[in-house]
């Protein structure tokens, strides 16, 4: 559906998204902040940037975007609104540049209930300062002109720290799906539509 659409990398950090996308569309545009951080697309050396050669356009604002009204078809954020410092009016940016029925992915975003979430917290670790529910995403997505077409949980094992393992990923998958320990997931996934 989304091929030759135009779509944004929104916090494109490292670009595996971007070269992902690029696969699909040659209409792919990578934007980031540079905050100074490691997940920055500006940060130290970027090789899969580099090597495809992704141009990233650094954003100079906390939250608007140099793009006109109804620009894009789809607008992808993976790991991006838990470190904004507005997401409200960060989504409602978000929704001014896309397209009327276009569509916002939201992945990885961090879980309020989930076990990894807190047990960081409980060790000191902050990196996600600000962890979601499913009604506060729910009413900040809706209130900036979304409709949820599905959100469902993601990630039950902390699979940042393990090689990848494709029987590992399906039964993470199958329990975050089917059981009720999707409930101590890690991260929401969103699929949103522009109302």
């Known amino acids: 559906?989304?091929?030759?659409?135009?779509?944004?990398?929104?916090?494109?950090?490292?670009?595996?998204?971007?070269?992902?996308?690029?696969?699909?569309s040659d209409k792919v545009i990578s934007c980031d902040?540079?905050?100074?951080e490691s997940d920055s697309s500006f940060y130290k050396n970027r090789p899969i940037l580099k090597d495809h050669k992704i141009h990233v356009k650094k954003l100079?604002?906390?939250?608007?975007?140099?793009?006109?009204?109804?620009?894009?078809?789809?607008?992808?954020?993976?790991g991006v609104l838990e470190h904004v410092k507005d997401d409200k009016n960060s989504l409602k940016e978000l929704s001014r540049i896309i397209k009327k029925n276009g569509c916002l992915y939201i992945s990885f975003?961090?879980?309020?209930?989930?076990?990894?979430?807190?047990l960081s917290h409980l060790f000191g670790n902050y990196y996600h300062d600000r962890l979601y529910s499913i009604l506060t995403i729910s009413e900040l997505v809706k209130t900036a002109g979304f409709e949820i077409i599905f959100l469902q949980?993601?990630?039950?094992?902390?699979?940042?720290s393990l090689p990848y393992n494709k029987n590992i990923e399906k039964i993470d998958r199958?329990?975050?799906e089917k059981t009720p320990l999707r409930f101590f997931a890690t991260n929401l996934e969103?699929?949103?539509k522009k109302a």
């Open 1 to 24: 559906y989304f091929k030759n659409k135009k779509i944004l990398d929104w916090g494109a950090g490292k670009g595996q998204i971007s070269y992902l996308l690029k696969r699909i």
């Open 33 to 36: 902040i540079d905050s100074g």
């Open 60 to 78: 100079n604002h906390d939250f608007k975007l140099p793009y006109k009204n109804n620009s894009f078809d789809l607008v992808t954020s993976f």
């Open 109 to 118: 975003l961090p879980y309020k209930f989930s076990w990894t979430q807190n």
């Open 153 to 160: 949980h993601g990630q039950l094992f902390p699979k940042n």
């Open 174 to 176: 199958f329990l975050t």
């Open 190 to 192: 969103l699929f949103l």
